[in-house]
């Protein structure tokens, strides 16, 4: 007789009530009940894309901010003092949609400016009484040790979409994002440092380039005058973790061959994106 039939009701058991037979048993840890939905995966209750959504929740409510936080060394910040034609020339090129204002160092955080609050500036034939203070918006701060899952909360109660990641020594350790914390739940959401999808690799600067980590050797060997052995990886993010020996953590640097490479987004199952950066010549 099969499990999904009793002698008392012979219906095929529907979706709900398959669900309710894997949790008659309830876990009484995150393990078992990570255990339970993965089975439910393997017998298609569940398909693969809300496997990965519900383990990546359940994963946030673990993590704290100092896990996925952008470190202050990569953090785009706008000193208060630049002029407006500065301003948008540091923005265009950084192309963000948010920066830290900061006064003499990146530990004195003015507030957050948001690219499309310059826009009356910018149609404002007369630029001579622009100030910055005019236009920023309060900062949010936050600790290293925060929450992920309460720091979400949060955001969805302010409205806010970036806060100032304070460390032990009430110093500035960087920033973290609404979408950081997404993309520990749903998976990498395109943003500013992304590649275009028919695109691996992205050039930033004369020495930098941003870099997929599912780019083929081939294609980085093409681009790169390399010639790293596809027998070694397949891929250059595989390269990278050979390099590594272990699943990197943002702001992690290893060198390949000429290369710098700098982990800009990874999470505890893969890395995702690079920055590739050659020697100065």
């Known amino acids: 007789m099969s499990d999904d039939q009793s002698p008392l009701d012979p219906r095929p058991k529907s979706w709900i009530d398959k669900i309710a037979h894997y949790f008659s048993d309830e876990p009484t840890d995150t393990k078992s009940l990570l255990e339970l939905i993965r089975n439910a995966e393997q017998d298609k209750v569940l398909d693969a894309d809300a496997l990965s959504i519900i383990e990546g929740a359940l994963q946030v409510s673990s993590m704290q901010v100092r896990d996925i936080m952008i470190p202050r060394t990569q953090v785009v910040t706008v000193p208060s003092d630049l002029g407006l034609n500065e301003i948008i020339e540091l923005i265009t090129k950084a192309s963000h949609s948010r920066f830290p204002v900061i006064g ?17 500036a910018m149609l404002n034939a007369s630029n001579s009484r622009f100030d910055i203070k005019d236009v920023v918006r309060p900062a949010t701060f936050v600790p290293e040790s925060k929450r992920l899952n309460v720091l979400l909360k949060e955001f969805r109660e302010t409205r806010q979409h970036m806060a100032i990641v304070i460390d032990e020594y009430g110093n500035v350790g960087g920033v973290v994002t609404i979408e950081d914390v997404l993309e520990q739940i749903v998976g990498e959401i395109e943003d500013e440092h992304d590649v275009d999808d028919d695109s691996f690799i992205k050039k930033f600067d004369d020495q930098n380039h941003i870099v997929k980590a599912l780019t083929p050797i081939d294609e980085f060997n093409e681009y790169f005058s390399t010639d790293f052995s596809e027998q070694e990886s397949a891929t250059i993010g595989g390269l990278v ?29 893969q890395i995702k994106l690079l920055k590739v950066t050659t020697e100065a010549e």
């Open 241 to 269: 973790l050979q390099r590594f020996g272990h699943i990197p953590e943002r702001d992690e640097t290893t060198r390949i061959g000429a290369f710098t490479v700098t982990v800009l987004n990874a999470d505890s199952r």
């Open 104 to 120: 003499e160092t990146i530990d004195n955080v003015v507030g957050i400016l948001l690219a499309k609050d310059l826009l009356p």
